[in-house]
C-alpha cells in the first residue's frame, strides 16, 4: 500500500510537470518549422528533469520512506530509474538542435556550436550533463564492482553539481518560464524545496544526531581474520531511537578517513554508553578501520533501513547470513519478541570467517533455534531449496531474512521461492553499494 501511495503522488508530479509544457504548445506553433522537433525536445527536458529530482528523493534517506518501504526498495526503485532520465535529457539535447537548425535553416553542427557558446548558461548545463553521466556510468553493475567504495561515492557527489550548473539554464532559454512568471516561481519553488528537504535530512538531521551524542571510537578488537569489531561510545545513547538490524553510515575523523562515510550495521543492540558495528577489511578505507584510536571522533548518520522485526508477521523466523553479514542479523535477533521462534543459517567458505559465533548461538537457543553453521566452498556446501527445506522445516512458513553480497542474496531469493517462502517474507539486506 504504501509504494502504491508513492506511485500515485509521483504521478501526480509528473501530471503538473506536463501541465507547464503544454502552457506554451499549440497546435500552430507544432506545425512551424522544427516546432514539433523542438516540442518534443522539452517534452523529454521537463520529464528527465522530473526523473533526476525522483532519484534524488529515492537516494535522501528521507525519514519517511525509509520507515514506509526500506532502504532496500528504494535502492531497487533507484536503480530501475537509472540512467533513463538522462536518456531523456541527451534525446532533449539532440532534439533541440535540430528542431533549432530546422527553424533557422542552419546545419545542426553549427546550430550546436551555436547554442553551446551563444545561448546563456548552456556551457554551463553542458558540462552538468557530462558530470551526471559521469556517475551513472560509474553506477553500472560491471563498473561499479571494480571501483572502490570512496572513488564509487566521490563521482556521485558530482550528480549534485551537475544538476545545479543545469539548472539556471532553464529559466534563460526555457519558453514556459520566460512568458510565464507564475511558472517560472513554482519551478524554482519547487527545486528550493527538494534542496532544503534533502539538505535538511542529509545534513540537518546528522547535525543534530553528532551534537546530541559526540560518539567516539572507545575501543578496536579483532573478531577474525580481516575482520574488525569498533565499539564507539557516546552521550545519550539510551535515548536512541534505533532497531536490531539498522544503519549508519560511519565517518571516522581521523586521516585518509574522515572525508567519505561508509553504511555499516550495528552488530549488536545498543549497550549504553556503546554501540558496535563490525567491519570487514575489503578496501583502503575499511582496512584503516582496524587502526583506529581510542578517542577518535566518529560523526555518524542514521539510523536508516527497514531490515528489522517491524516485518515480522509470523511466529517463526529465519535468518539467512553469509559472512561479515550476520553482522545485522545479531542485532536483529536481540530485537526480536521474546515468543519469536528464530532459527539461523550461517554461510562460509572457513571456518576463521565465522564471527561472533558463541553470541549467536546463545540468541538463537534463547528463541528455542537451531543455528547450522554451513562451511564450505559454494560448490560443495550448497544451499539449495531441498537444503533449506532439510535444515528448517517449517521455513515456508517462516519471515526470512538474508543478509550478504547480491549474488548470494539472489540465489537465495531463488532457493526460498522453491522452497515454498512467498516473496512478501523474504527480506532481504544486501552488502553492496
Request: charged residues 15%.
Amino acid at each position: 500500500m504504501p509504494a502504491r501511495v508513492l506511485l500515485i503522488l509521483a504521478a501526480a508530479g509528473l501530471a503538473g510537470v506536463l501541465y507547464l509544457l503544454a502552457l506554451t504548445e499549440s497546435a500552430g506553433a507544432l506545425s512551424a518549422p522544427g516546432g514539433f522537433v523542438t516540442g518534443l525536445a522539452r517534452l523529454f527536458a521537463f520529464t528527465g528533469t522530473y526523473g533526476l529530482v525522483i532519484m534524488v528523493l529515492l537516494a535522501a534517506r528521507l525519514p519517511v520512506l525509509e520507515r514506509l518501504v526500506g532502504q532496500d526498495r528504494l535502492v531497487r526503485w533507484h536503480r530501475t530509474i537509472g540512467a533513463w532520465p538522462l536518456v531523456a535529457i541527451g534525446l532533449h539535447i539532440v532534439l533541440v538542435t535540430v528542431g533549432y537548425a530546422e527553424t533557422t535553416s542552419t546545419g545542426v553542427l553549427h546550430e550546436f556550436v551555436t547554442l553551446l557558446f551563444h545561448y546563456p548558461d548552456v556551457m554551463a548545463s553542458a558540462v552538468g550533463f557530462g558530470l551526471m553521466v559521469m556517475a551513472a556510468v560509474t553506477s553500472h553493475r560491471i563498473i561499479r564492482q571494480r571501483l572502490a567504495y570512496e572513488t564509487w561515492w566521490v563521482v556521485h557527489l558530482y550528480l549534485y553539481l551537475g544538476l545545479g550548473l543545469a539548472f539556471a539554464h532553464q529559466f534563460r532559454n526555457g519558453v514556459v518560464f520566460l512568458t510565464h512568471s507564475w511558472a517560472r516561481a513554482a519551478w524554482i519553488s519547487a527545486a528550493v524545496a527538494v534542496a532544503v528537504v534533502v539538505l535538511a535530512s542529509r545534513l540537518g538531521r546528522a547535525a543534530l544526531f553528532n551534537l546530541r551524542h559526540q560518539l567516539r571510537v572507545a575501543a578496536v578488537s579483532r573478531e577474525a581474520p580481516g575482520v574488525y569489531s569498533v565499539t564507539i561510545e557516546g552521550r545519550h545513547i539510551q535515548d536512541l531511537q534505533v532497531a536490531g538490524g539498522q544503519f549508519f553510515q560511519w565517518r571516522f575523523l581521523a586521516r585518509g578517513l574522515w572525508w567519505h562515510a561508509h553504511p555499516y550495521s550495528l552488530s549488536a543492540m545498543p549497550r549504553p554508553p556503546y554501540l558496535r558495528l563490525t567491519v570487514k577489511s575489503v578496501g583502503d578505507a575499511s582496512g584503516a578501520i582496524a587502526h583506529l584510536k581510542a578517542g577518535t571522533r566518529v560523526w555518524a548518520e542514521g539510523p536508516y533501513g527497514a531490515f528489522t522485526a517491524s516485518r515480522v508477521r509470523r511466529a517463526n523466523v529465519t535468518l539467512i547470513g553469509a559472512g561479515v553479514g550476520v553482522t545485522p542479523l545479531i542485532a536483529l535477533l536481540e530485537d526480536l519478541p521474546a515468543d519469536t521462534t528464530a532459527h539461523m543459517l550461517v554461510r562460509a567458505s572457513t571456518s576463521n570467517e565465522l564471527i561472533h559465533r558463541d553470541e549467536l548461538a546463545e540468541l538463537v537457543a534463547r528463541h528455542g533455534g537451531t543455528l547450522h553453521e554451513l562451511v564450505g566452498p559454494r560448490q560443495k556446501v550448497r544451499l539449495d531449496s531441498r537444503q533449506l527445506r532439510q535444515l528448517v522445516p517449517g521455513i515456508a512458513s517462516s519471515d526470512v531474512f538474508v543478509c550478504g553480497p547480491a549474488e548470494f542474496t539472489a540465489s537465495l531469493r531463488t532457493a526460498l521461492s522453491r522452497a515454498g517462502v512467498p516473496s512478501g517474507h523474504i527480506h532481504v539486506e544486501e552488502f553492496a553499494f
